[in-house]
Every structure is written in C-alpha cells, then in structure tokens.
C-alpha cells in the first residue's frame, strides 16, 4: 500500500509499505477514505514527541471502509463504512468503563499517560495511522462508530477526534449558562470549543490567536468575538480589561506545546529543556478570574514544563485537563451535525490525494493559502 | 454568496446557543460515571496478541497489554538506547532523554542507509558508463 511515513523532523514521504492484516481477533482492515492532518500531528513532523520512529505513519482522524474482520468482530462486516476515534480503547478495563476511553490501560504497553493513538509515536502504543491507503484497527467492537448511510464521509470525519475534542474542551469549562469564555487558539480544536461553549450556554465567547485569517475565520464560523494577541501589547492585561478588569470566568487553552508568544519559552521548548511552549497554560492561568475555570485541550508532553502553578493555587482555580474520551461524544455530536447546529465539515480549505500530503503539511504547517483544515483522499 | 458563504450563514442562523444547557444533555458528566461497558458489544474477555520480536513494554508493567501496535520494531542503536529507555521508570528524566536521544539516532541511521545505498550504485554507474563508452568506440 502507499502511506505518508515520517523521515525525520519536518520530513515526510509518501512511500510503498507493506499492507496491514489482521493481528488481533477483533481488529478490522479499513481501507481509508478521508484521513485528516491534525494540529497535533504537526507536534510529531516537528521532532517534537518522543519515540517518534523513522517509518511511522501519521493519521489519527480516519473514515474507511472494512475490507477484512477478525473472527471475534460482532459489530462491523466487510463493505461497513465507519468513523474512527483516535484513541484506541478496549471498552472494559478500569477506565474505559468509567468513560475514560483516553486512559484505557490495554492498549498501551509503552507509557501509562494515555491510551493507545493511531499513528502518534511509540508513547501511545506503537500503532500505524491512517495517512495510508489501509490501517489496522484494534478493538472494532469498541471504536468505530458506523456512518448513516445518508450521510458522507466529510461530514462526520471529525467525529473522530477534533469535533469531540472541542465539546470535551469547553464542558470541562464547567459552563453552566451565562459564563465568560476565552478560549486560546483558533485551529479546528479552538473553533469547535469556540461552537461547544455557545452550545453549552456561554453568555460572550472571545477567541485569542496572532493569523489574522483564522481569527476571521473564527469570528466567521463560530461568531465570536476576537483577539490578535500581537497587536495588544499585554495580552493578559487587555483580556481582564474586557471582563471588568477582573478577567473571564472561563479560558480554555486549545493552542499545546507550540504556542508562540514568549521567546524565553519558545527557545527553551524547542531545545527540549523544557517539553513543549506552556505559553497558552500560562495565559490561561493568569486571564481566567479567580475561583474560574481553566480547560487544558492543547498537547503536552512528558516530563516538565515551566507552569505558573503557584498564580492557578493563590487564585483558587479549577484546572480541568485529559486527552478527549472521544468514544463517549460521537452519538451526541452526529445528532448536532445532523440537526444542523454543527457543520463540522465547513472547516476544511483543503484536500488533497495522499500522494500530495507532503505538500499538505507543508501548507498547514506554514498557514499558508488561508490553510484550516487538511484532508487527504486516499482512496480517490 | 458562494456556497461556502451561504453554508456559514445557513449555519449561524441555527439555535445553537444554551442547546446543551441541562447536564443531562453533555455526554461527559459525570466526568467518570458507574462501571459499564463502554459500548453495547465490548469485548467481555480480551484475547491476547501474541508476542512479537523487537516490541517492548514501560518497566513498570510485567507483561505486554493484550493489544499492541507492531509498527517500527527496534533495531540498531537506536534499538538499544529504546530498550535501554523502556527498562527506565518513566517518571525518570533519562527515560524520556534517550528516547529523544534514540530519535536522533534513528533518523542518523536512516540518513547513513541511504548514503551507503546511493554510495553502493556509484560503482555500478560508472562501470555503466565506461562500459556505453567503450560500446560506442567499437
């Protein structure tokens, strides 16, 4: 098969790999539809998450349709077309029975901070992705979630992950009607935390970012209100200045460890002294009013960072975090793309055959041509 | 109005606002409910995979978890300085530095590889063309 295969930092390849097959009684093959370039996947072509091997395929935000089933798959058969979380759960250990999908403790043999994650580095299981023409996918009964059939592949794709991503992102705000909100960063994740917040009940959403595309894009697809935070001068002191000088009941940081706005962080993150930029948490913690609610969604890695805790524990706040339990959402957001409230696929600018996906992060990875949203097409 | 345009208009005219206001209606609360399934036709009993050559686990567990990614195994150094990392508890900073160490190392091999590779034609390419030369001369 031909799959997007990583070479080393900011270089990948599309190359010929050996197809995937069966491992597991209850792995399906998919042969892949549409497969998303995620922000986070760009933390991985950066050299930026550990264990990140020469080889691996990237690809966490998968549609596809099954082309072989092990003998103990109950749920799918060949020909099902299926939407896949990026967390692979096993549906029955500890966690996953409490809902945490993100921390089952079955399918990752290499790190106890996540589940496994399709094509995500060794840390998360050692699992190939689905930038690929085929991926294996473990546990078919617990995962995959079959598309209605009146339905298209695009318009439920980011079930998979961001969609889901975004709601945890903003209900982890603890909104509960009439709250403040910023939320840091207006990629995919921040725009659907951006829609989940009004969903939830948020009186005044304000998103925060420096491309001044994508903050038109924000105040464009989810209404908000918006801020470029290199044209402020101190972001944090403008931000509390619009809610009473005290700051908003409720920030969410959908940016991670690439956040630009500090050169001492950014030096220091990068050189790997510390793991990642914790810019965003650090605004976070120092915008949000006392007693309020921060929501962590952006990616950190392991070991440390430079967090400002001591600010978050004088001020009395609630840092929520974890990676999303994505299984747990996509019934309730299908019905919310269905209903017409999300049009989750209005944010893809562009796609691409898998054959172009090196030009594809490329475009992503630089913002380029008003870039948004990635999709390949590795079945056209 | 492309659209593009009309499908973002179309879609801020829907009552989106306060529509999951009752907790009820947010699929993540209680943030970690009651044990159950997590899906109707969870596996009850999970079949382990069977081991593999070059896949390795944290120090802390005793044994493989039943389901692993088989992508990438371990080899050369950079093999080594993985497993050396993966015998280390990962709340210990060395763990997660030669991990990075061993990604540098990795993508060093790759490069070496393919330079022996591009090496290893040279001969082959020149004996093409000494070969083509003396063809035409004759």
Known sequence: ?380 | MTDRQRQMHDHLDRPVAGADLAPDERPGIPAEHQARPLTPTAPEHIEHMRPRRGVTHRKELRSMTPVFGTAQPLHGLSGVLRRAAYSTRETRVRHWMMLRLADRVNVLEYRIAKLVKILALVPVGVAAIVLTAKLLKD
């Not at chain 1, 580095?121 to 023409?133: L, M, N, P, R, V």
Request: proline share 5%.
């Open chain 1, 1 to 380: 098969m031909r799959a997007l295969s990583y070479f080393g930092p900011n270089k990948v390849k599309v190359v010929r790999k050996p197809d995937p097959r069966i491992e597991h009684s209850n792995d399906v093959i998919l042969e892949v539809t549409r497969s998303g370039i995620c922000g986070s996947d760009l933390h991985l072509l950066h050299g930026l998450v550990p264990d990140t091997r020469v080889g691996c395929t990237f690809g966490h935000e998968f549609t596809g349709t099954v082309v072989e089933a092990g003998h103990s798959v109950k749920n799918l058969r060949r020909g099902d077309r299926v939407v896949v979380p990026f967390n692979i759960s096993c549906g029955t250990c500890f966690y996953c029975s409490r809902g945490l999908s993100a921390n089952c403790e079955n399918t990752n043999p290499n790190s106890d901070v996540a589940s496994g994650v399709f094509g995500y580095s060794h840390i998360t299981g050692g699992y190939e992705g689905g930038q690929a023409q085929y991926v294996r996918v473990p546990f078919a009964d617990v995962g995959p979630m079959k598309i209605p059939d009146d339905m298209e592949e695009e318009e439920v794709l980011f079930l998979s992950d961001i969609l889901p991503t975004g709601y945890q992102a903003a209900e982890m705000g603890e909104i509960k009607g009439g709250e403040t909100v910023v939320v840091f960063g207006c990629g995919p994740v921040g725009l659907f935390a951006m829609k989940s917040a009004w969903l939830l009940g948020a009186a005044r959403v304000l998103a925060v970012d420096h491309v001044d595309y994508r903050l038109e894009f924000a105040r464009r697809y989810a209404g908000v209100e918006t801020v470029n935070f290199k044209k402020v001068g101190d972001v944090v002191a403008y931000l509390k200045d619009q809610f009473e000088g005290r700051g908003p009941d409720v920030v969410i940081d959908a940016v991670g460890m690439e956040a630009e706005g500090s050169k001492l962080h950014r030096v220091l993150g990068m050189s790997f002294m510390q793991a990642g930029v914790p810019v965003a948490i650090n605004w976070a913690i120092q915008t949000v009013r006392k007693a309020g609610n921060v929501s962590i969604i952006g990616v950190y890695g392991p070991p440390w960072n430079l967090v400002d805790i001591g600010t978050a524990m004088n001020k009395g706040l609630t840092l929520r975090m974890n990676q999303c339990n994505v299984r747990r959402y996509m019934p309730h957001l299908l019905k919310h793309i269905r209903e017409g409230r999300i049009d989750a696929k209005a944010i893809i600018t562009h796609r691409f055959p898998l054959e172009k996906a090196p030009k594809a992060y490329s475009l992503f990875s630089d913002k380029k041509d008003g870039c948004v949203k990635c999709v390949l097409t590795p079945a056209a």
